[in-house]
């Protein structure tokens, strides 16, 4: 590190207006460049931490570091995604602290996927991670330069985009497969990682999760189409409550399916992608996507493969359009994870035949249901809508994320017409699955 080298904004008024310039030291900047631009050869002249604008995820603190750098006398700019725990929300912290949410994806990146290798081919599935500390992840900036971008939320996800989605799944969990039984002589990755793979979400101790469970319940007894049935209303009033508890046993350990590393939280603001670009006006071309990265490991298991298939179709797609394609993204899955597979050595019909991925939808369907309705019902809400109450009033923030969110729910289902519309499609589904109506 040069002796010149210095954080941008150093000076006391620096530091009044930017609370993130402390978040790396000048060594682990160039730690970081050094990871990523595989050489020691190089200086840090100078660094900037910053925080990137919106409410783009709901557990961390999203920061971009630039820095300047040197080498053989030629300076270029280099920058890296940094993701911490909240720095500004003391409340979002300690709740992250608590359930053990940062520590978690620490682990998975630099102890499970670390240990991974093959990122590249067949095809790049999660960003470079470069630098990893008890409340910081340093990954490669995947717009920056590579061109990748998110998908607006109010999208429901086509052929072409789940296609690029589901390869990357698949090469997730092959080479979940390939360490188990190629570099770990077949142990459970649930038990050589136990203490990074224990759930974090489905807990009666997570507020959030719970107040989740509540919203379902909300929605399902005052704003689906079999709530105006007073018969179908009293049975969900009767037995709700015990059909939602079952999640918590189905996300335990099992031994009755072969189990891969699983990311479980695949919506669209965790996939980015990249795009065909329009030759006349350089503009990315959104309907002709190339490559998809899945992002955010924070809640990650040891679970059947299936959980992951479900959970990509029902938080990214419509309900009509998954159940007239289900079956044919399914052989697609896996006729991918069987190639991917067969790349390591490993005979699918042995370790994982198709029968026993059919078997599993119906033992699993329950953490699809669900999990689409804790999630939708807070990323279908209309554009920057959270972000601006935590700014404006962070006690009733918390208390609609991590309390009760009902009125706050039914609000929207009222107001919004996209929240309405998926809300009660995602509802009315589970109600169906749960009781059989019609």
């Known amino acids: 590190m040069s002796d010149s080298a210095r954080c941008a904004g150093n000076s006391d008024q620096g530091h009044a207006v930017n609370p993130f310039r402390e978040v790396i030291s000048a060594e682990e900047c160039e730690q970081i460049v050094r990871n990523a631009l595989g050489s020691n050869d190089i200086t840090v ?5 910053t925080k990137i604008p919106g409410h783009i995820g709901f557990l961390g603190e999203y920061l971009r570091l630039e820095v300047l750098v040197e080498k053989n006398g030629v300076q270029s700019r280099e920058r890296y995604f940094l993701k911490s725990l909240p720095i500004t929300d003391k409340n979002q912290r300690a709740m992250m602290e608590s359930l053990g949410f940062f520590r978690k994806e620490v682990g998975v990146y630099s102890r499970i996927l670390s240990g991974f ?22 990954l490669e900036d995947l717009k920056w330069q590579q061109g990748f971008s998110m998908i607006h939320f109010q999208t429901a996800l086509e052929q072409s985009h789940l296609h690029l989605v589901l390869e990357a799944v698949a090469q997730m969990h092959a080479l979940s497969l390939n360490y188990e039984y190629n570099c770990v002589s077949g142990q459970r990755l649930d038990d050589l990682y136990a203490d990074v793979l224990f759930e974090t979400s489905v807990i009666r101790d997570n507020s959030w999760f719970m107040a989740g469970l509540s919203g379902i319940k909300a929605i399902a007894l005052n704003g689906t189409k079999y709530s105006s049935d007073p018969a179908k209303k009293q049975i969900m009033e009767q037995q709700i409550d015990e059909k939602l508890n079952e999640i918590f046993d189905i996300v335990k350990p099992t031994h ?3 189990s891969v590393l699983v990311h479980r939280d695949i919506w669209l603001n965790n996939l980015m992608f990249q795009f065909e670009k329009d030759p006349a006006t350089g503009q990315d071309k959104p309907d002709i996507p190339k490559r998809c990265i899945l992002l955010d490991f924070q809640i990650c298991r040891y679970l059947p493969p299936i959980v992951d298939f479900l959970l990509t179709l029902y938080l990214t797609t419509r309900r009509s359009h998954r159940e007239q394609f289900f079956q044919d993204y399914l052989r697609f899955y ?3 994870l069987s190639d991917r597979m067969r790349s390591f050595k490993l005979n699918p019909d042995q370790m994982l035949p198709f029968e026993q991925l059919e078997r599993s939808i119906g033992h699993y369907k329950i953490i699809a249901h669900v999990f689409a309705g804790v999630y939708l019902a807070l990323t279908n809400l209309p554009a920057n809508v959270l972000d601006q109450l935590h700014q404006d009033d962070p006690e009733l923030y918390h208390q609609y994320c991590n309390s009760n969110r009902d009125e706050f729910m039914l609000k929207y289902l009222r107001e919004d017409e996209f929240y309405r519309e998926t809300m009660t499609e995602c509802v009315e589904e589970t109600v169906e699955y749960f009781f059989g109506f019609e």
Do not use: M, S
């Open 334 to 336: 896996y006729d991918h």
């Open 45 to 49: 002249v100078e660094y900037e931490v």
């Open 256 to 258: 009755d399916f072969q």
């Open 117 to 138: 290798g093959h990122n590249e081919a067949p095809v790049k599935w999660r960003p470079n991670c470069y630098l990893t500390r008890a409340d910081l992840i340093v």
